[in-house]
DNA sequence: CCTTTCGTGGTACGACTGTATCCCCATAGA
DNA sequence: TCTATGGGGATACAGTCGTACCACGAAAGG
């Protein structure tokens, strides 16, 4: 057998490549031989790697995929459990929003992926990533604090959360196209966490 | 002379079959022949038309953020002035959710204008459209109600809109991805606006 | 040794793209 | 009636795209 190679890895290079390239010139500039060149290989490489355009794309948005779910699942693990519900919103929307310019190229290749995948349904996001898992989690962390009465009354827990994260990606979207700084948003969310929680003046 | 021909209405007809390419197929499905063949009339005459691609695109988001703004602006004369603050929310608000097929497919066009504008500087959305102009007068609106106390204390204006129609975005964004449907859409909305107005259940 | 097979460079093909050019026709002013 | 001109049909061109194909080097198994 000739030289053994670790695919993955090679694969986990291009798709870096890939991303890099979605997040800078947008999705439409990424063409095969673009992510070739980004990478520094030839034009078969990439078809070796992965045999079709659609294959390169979907390893694209599960990667990304992959990063978003972790820089929210390493925060969360970072705090522990038992924490004020308070501190737990603060820290999960916070991972959200783009603070670093890493965490910044991250969402514009998201959204990205997301717009194409609102009208070409071949390469849709399909969502089903951790959207649903993490309005779960955080629906009951708000039913907890209901219950143990730490939240003025009348609040609904799922609609509370379902409108927590539509706030945070709206934000996203106005950071991202720079009508606001990652501190304005972040003063946003904190001060919907004020009243919701009830801190200092409410 | 030969016969003249109406250019603006010409170029509205070519821009009308543009966003109703972009809004089904996607922005990177728009070629100056699919919008010829979606508009029924030859290559040249929209090369005639709109020289460029470049202008051809620019018409399409102008007219795209007419509509939008006239969405907007149709449903808060409809109401009229001196209404309750909390009224003047619901309509505005609810006029940028995509209620019906229309508001659909201009919500689709529009983030696909959106989120091509944020890595292609060429034919960024600018923005300055409206977003400016709605919040001014949003926060101007729930100004007058924190003064008159009609609204509960704490409350800043300011950040109470931003954080509303960061809100609103978030929630047009699942409503097209079809995370959520409309009506679940309004229902936060509505929520969002009973808390902070203090209706029924606070 | 030879041979099989993995990894890769190079290149060619057909289908698209935006843009440019050439030509004709119908009509309004003379 | 003649003619200059606005409107548009047809086609060509250079470039890029995804994909396919061919050939070759190198290394491991017989």
Redesign the interface.
């Known amino acids: 057998m000739p030289r053994r190679v670790d695919h993955d890895e090679r694969r986990r290079h291009l798709t870096a490549a890939l991303l890099r390239i979605?997040?800078?010139?947008?999705?439409?500039?990424v063409s095969m031989r673009e992510v070739a060149a980004e990478a520094g290989v030839s034009l078969r490489v990439v078809q070796y790697y992965f045999t079709d355009k659609r294959t390169l794309m979907l390893s694209g948005i599960a990667e990304l995929a992959a990063r978003l779910d972790r820089r929210v699942r390493e925060r969360a693990a970072a705090i522990g459990t038992g924490l004020p519900p308070r501190t737990v919103f603060e820290v999960v929307l916070g991972a959200i929003l783009p603070t670093d310019e890493a965490s910044r190229a991250d969402q514009?290749a998201w959204?990205?992926y997301?717009?194409?995948?609102?009208?070409?349904p071949a390469e849709a996001?399909d969502?089903r990533y951790a959207?649903d898992a993490l309005e779960r989690w955080l629906t009951g962390v708000l039913q907890r604090a209901v219950d143990a009465g730490e939240v003025?009354a009348?609040v609904?827990p799922r609609?509370?959360v379902?409108?927590l994260?539509?706030?945070?990606?709206?934000?996203v979207?106005?950071v991202?196209?720079q009508?606001?700084d990652v501190a304005?948003a972040q003063?946003?969310v904190a001060?919907?966490l004020d009243?919701l929680f009830g801190a200092a003046?409410?």
């Open positions: 979605a997040s800078t010139r947008g999705l439409q500039a514009l959204t990205a997301y717009a194409a995948g609102l009208t070409d996001v969502g959207p003025p009348g609904d609609i509370e379902v409108g994260l539509a706030l945070t990606n709206g934000l979207s106005s991202l196209g009508q606001r304005d003063r946003v001060y919907r009243r003046g409410d």
